[in-house]
């Protein structure tokens, strides 16, 4: 919206006495209308127009009215009222003497245009009014000087006509309001209600998990209990067959020494299958003792600084004699110097060496391999095997005590090795970690920090 006809005003008036207050009120009424603007809207700013002329009237003498549309920066048009007093404003400040005024307009503002100080309000357009285009600009003057301002009578008694409107409005929204109020005041009996009932079922939930964690305790206690009493029973039964067992091999090495009186060959094979008879069940009693001991907390790791290269040559050589099948290789690699860990050494030994000669008992051709390597602050230590691997979902399942994978019977085993060595593991502050898959061998990770536990 450029050009003079634009910038001319829709309409000029001059506040100088009394009466100009109704006139600048009926004909603010009379151009928000023309523009646009909703009857409440129309009612606003007229309303604040009259506020504004009657204090300008008292405090500077009168002013000159004007009024103009706008374009603003959010792409909304705005009808602007601007009133230059004929007088300077006290202090060169306005302050309205009704706080409802900036309630009724969207600004409301003292400034100064082209050296004159002037009190500008302004009113958003709606959407929906007509675009303030110049040639319909032109047709808002000619409507508005085509009117002719009523006496204060007849502005009385329009303003009397939207006040009782207005009374009535206010009226109807107070009835709307009571029932409004009564619904709310129902609401909010039924949400207490509703409240009430949710916190007795809410209390009685609490009393039933409160009865529950105590059931929940004594069955631990008691599972505690059971379990103490079978790492007790594993203990004691083992050590009592030790002694016998033992006995039993000493017996049959003595019925095959050169120095006994000789046996036939028949009693010779019974002999030598009586002692690896005796022998297995010796290693099963072993077995069971260490995975007592390690249950019942009686193993206290022994920590001191390890040279993993020691450890690993003496697993090379004790190893060696139970890889007996030739298709199977088993390769103990040297670590990297320094190879240096702080743990105890026994019980790591006891690790890697049950996990290699796992390996080399479910292996039938290939190899096993021994791996170290530190990343970071930690050491691993990779067994791997070429064996037939293990399906996902048993990988925790061969953690527990005496499950052996199916088709492993054949082979032999008490399924109490690798439990036994994660216990170890876990023992030094570590952990035991499996990879495999059927068909593409298995591969278990012990890794351990390097400063110890």
Known sequence: MTGESAALPLLQMALR?????????????EVAAVVGLEHQDQVRIATALSEVARDLLRTTGGADVSFHIDAAADSRFHLRADLAPVSPLPDGRYEPQSGAVSRLVDTL????????????????????????TPARLAEFRTELGRTAPSSA???????????IAALDEVRSQRDELAVLNEELAETNRGVLALYNQLTEELEETNRGVVALYAELDEKSAQLRAASESKSRFLANVSHELRAPVTA????????????????????GRQVDLIRSSAADLLGLVNELLDLAKAESGRIEPDLADVDLRPVFGQLRGTLRALAT????????????APALLRTD??????????LLHNGL???????????????GDRWHFEVSDTGPGIAPDLHDRIFEEFYQVPGATRVGGTGLGLPYARRLVTLLGGTLELTSAPGQGSTFTVSLPVGGM
């Open 17 to 29: 006495v009394e009466h100009d207050i109704f006139v600048i009120r009926q004909r603010g009424r």
């Open 109 to 132: 503002s003292v400034s100064t245009v082209d050296g004159v100080t002037v009190v500008r309000m302004s009113r958003r357009l709606p959407a929906s009014a007509p675009m303030p």
């Open 153 to 163: 009578l007849e502005e009385l008694t329009v303003q009397n006509a939207q006040l």
């Open 248 to 267: 039993i091999i000493g017996l049959g090495r003595l019925l095959t020494d050169s120095a006994s009186d000789p046996l036939t060959d028949e009693q």
């Open 325 to 336: 099948r030739p298709e199977v290789e088993l390769v103990v690699e040297e670590p990297a």
């Open 345 to 354: 050494e026994v019980l790591l030994g006891q690790v890697l060496r049950n």
């Open 361 to 375: 008992k479910f292996t039938e051709r290939g190899e096993v391999r021994l791996r170290a390597r530190q990343h």
